[in-house]
């Protein structure tokens, strides 16, 4: 009898010691697992055709800059409802922090209007030459049905101001987009705010610099001109964001003190386009890698010559069309590029 209760306490203790061992173990394992997630920063250039989408995860943090699109989309070409929504499901990301909007083009700014009503943003930010379009700080708009008076016949603005806006939403797709995103924002009660030279927005271990507009820059009838450019900044790596920026902007952030002379990763600016990644800027910012986010398009894009810029700058070119999603990982003080087709690059 006393043997029995003797063997029941041994085995008891026996099993509690395993249970403890395997517990143990499990965390062990699991303890780089877990610090990877904590401490590294995902960047993906999102697969979505001739456009831009980027979301960059950290931790309990996201941001997104641009989010695809295009003018005529059926319900089963649907940039944001069939790419970019489901990839947030995958990821479990039910907050957006931040979204960036480079500039009012289809390609850029429709599938964020898709998703805005789909899940939580916190703030939406446009580069400064778009707040002539804010219904809440621009007299001018307020003025446009007055033709720049109030009531009483007196100006309560300027009228180059008035005769721009007017031109602006006497146009086509810019002020659709526009009129589109303040109702949508105000509905989902999202704040909008403008960037400009200088700005910066910063997170855990991370920051977005603005490097351009520059400071006083106006509206530009070209809308590539009006392109946020960003420079993301994680210790001693830095991802620039370049929008559709032309060359008019180039030599601007070629000549700009605020532009580190050397980038990790460039985002290929204007999917590649030979009125954008001049010799001037690529030699400037001495990027060791690149990425153009292109798909199927009638404009040529990446560009022959293009291509040949960065090959003869030995900048290694990947495009999203080619290797489809394509996933930086940054972890302390080096990246991983992890192409969706092809092999991962250190």
């Not at 209760?5 to 403890?20: A, D, E, G």
């Amino acid at each position: 009898m006393v043997n029995s209760t003797v063997s029941r306490k041994f085995n008891q203790i026996k099993w509690s010691y395993i249970l403890i061992v395997m517990l143990v173990m499990v965390v062990i394992y699991n303890l780089p697992s877990l610090a990877w997630k904590d401490s590294d920063i995902h960047v993906y250039f999102l697969d979505v055709g001739q456009g831009d989408c980027f979301i960059i995860q950290q931790a309990e943090h996201t941001y997104m800059i641009d989010g695809g699109g295009e003018r005529f989309m059926s319900e089963f070409q649907n940039v944001g409802i069939q790419v970019i929504h489901p990839f947030l499901l995958e990821k479990k990301i039910k907050k957006i922090d931040c979204i960036f909007i480079s500039h009012i083009h289809y390609d850029h700014i429709k599938g964020i209007l898709e998703i805005l009503p789909l899940v939580e943003v916190g703030e939406i930010v446009l580069s400064k030459p778009y707040e002539v379009f804010s219904l809440e700080h621009s007299d001018a708009i307020k003025d446009i049905q007055n033709d720049g008076a109030d009531e009483n016949g007196k100006t309560t603005s300027n009228k180059e101001d008035v005769d721009l806006m007017k031109s602006i939403f006497d146009g086509g797709d810019e002020s659709l987009l526009m009129n589109e995103l303040y109702l949508t924002c105000s509905k989902e009660d999202i704040p909008i705010s403008y960037m400009k030279e200088g700005d910066c927005l910063v997170g855990d271990n991370l920051a977005f610099v603005c490097l351009y507009p520059s400071l006083n820059q106006k509206y530009s009838d070209n809308e590539n001109e009006n392109s946020l450019v960003l420079m993301m900044e994680v210790n001693n790596l830095s991802i620039l964001f370049t929008g559709d920026v032309e060359e008019e902007g180039e030599r601007y952030l070629a000549s700009n003190s605020l532009l580190i002379s050397t980038t990790d990763i460039i985002k290929v600016p204007h999917h590649g386009s030979n009125s954008s990644s001049s010799e001037e800027f690529l030699s400037h910012i001495e990027a060791k890698f690149a990425i153009v986010s292109v798909g199927d398009n009638l404009f040529g894009h990446p560009s022959d010559i293009v291509a040949m810029r960065y090959e003869n700058l030995n900048i290694p070119l990947y495009s999203t069309k080619k290797y489809g999603m394509i996933e930086v990982i940054i972890s302390n003080d080096h990246y991983q590029v992890i192409p969706f087709n092809g092999k991962l690059v250190e």
